[in-house]
């Protein structure tokens, strides 16, 4: 059975960097799948930060501009986020889920991680 | 970017009685869609792939149909647990991955 579990801090202070990592179980990162971030502000609808591929191919999406870093690490099986410079914008529920490299639809999520910003 | 939009932003139906959503694409996805739910505090649970296929264990009450720019999701008679909100997004144009902006589906 597949399993993703967010954790990370919190609360981060503006202008820092946000970091979460979310561990892969009961399915190898090396398993042909992406692995994504999708976040979701309070009451707010869901958008997709980005992705990788067990090879270490990312892509995310433009409008978070190249405040995005995702690694993986096969190892440990788990993949990793990082946003820096962030604002009260970026305050919402992080997601990791896993969807298909030619069907990129996502099939397995974690529980959500809620990260707020504030000082 | 592709936008998803989806309509309506609420929709009110009483229990048994059946449910149409609509999520329209800016530009053709083909049949690369997909429908989610999601329950309060619940991560999105995946419905519906290449916008007609019932993903793993979801009951046959939820149909999924449309291809290119237009698409529907029908449950054909609401049960209680099926009041959440559902959100529509495309894969055959990506990055970036994009979702509708949900509707919520509440108890008339």
């Known amino acids: 059975q597949v399993q993703l579990q967010e954790s990370g801090p919190g609360l981060v202070k503006p202008s820092e960097t946000l970091s979460l990592t979310c561990t892969v179980s009961g399915f190898s990162i090396n398993g042909g799948y992406y692995w994504g971030w999708i976040r979701q502000p309070p009451g707010k609808g869901l958008e997709w930060i980005g992705c990788?591929?067990?090879?270490?191919?990312?892509y995310h999406n433009p409008s978070l501009k190249s405040r995005v870093t995702i690694s993986v690490d096969t190892y440990k099986n788990h993949l990793s986020l990082m946003l820096t410079s962030v604002t009260a914008a970026d305050t919402a529920v992080y997601y990791c889920?896993?969807?298909?490299?030619?069907?990129?639809?996502?099939?397995?999520w974690g529980q959500g991680a809620l990260v707020t910003v504030s000082s | 970017e592709i936008v998803m939009t989806q309509s309506p932003a609420t929709l009110s139906v009483s229990p048994g009685e059946r449910a149409t959503l609509s999520c329209r694409a800016s530009q053709s996805v083909s049949s690369n869609f997909a429908w989610y739910q999601q329950k309060p505090g619940q991560a999105p649970r995946l419905l519906i792939y290449?916008?007609?296929t019932r993903a793993t264990g979801i009951p046959a009450r939820f149909n999924g149909s449309g291809s290119g720019t237009e698409f529907t999701l029908t449950i054909s008679s609401l049960q209680s647990e099926d009041f959440a909100v559902y959100y529509c997004?495309?894969?055959?144009?990506?990055?970036?991955?994009?979702f509708g902006g949900g509707t919520k589906v509440e108890i008339k």
């Open positions: 889920a896993r969807f298909g490299y030619s069907d990129s639809f996502f099939d397995y």
């Open positions: 290449g916008a007609s």
């Open positions: 997004q495309q894969y055959n144009n990506w990055p970036p991955l994009t």
């Open positions: 990788i591929y067990h090879s270490g191919t990312t």
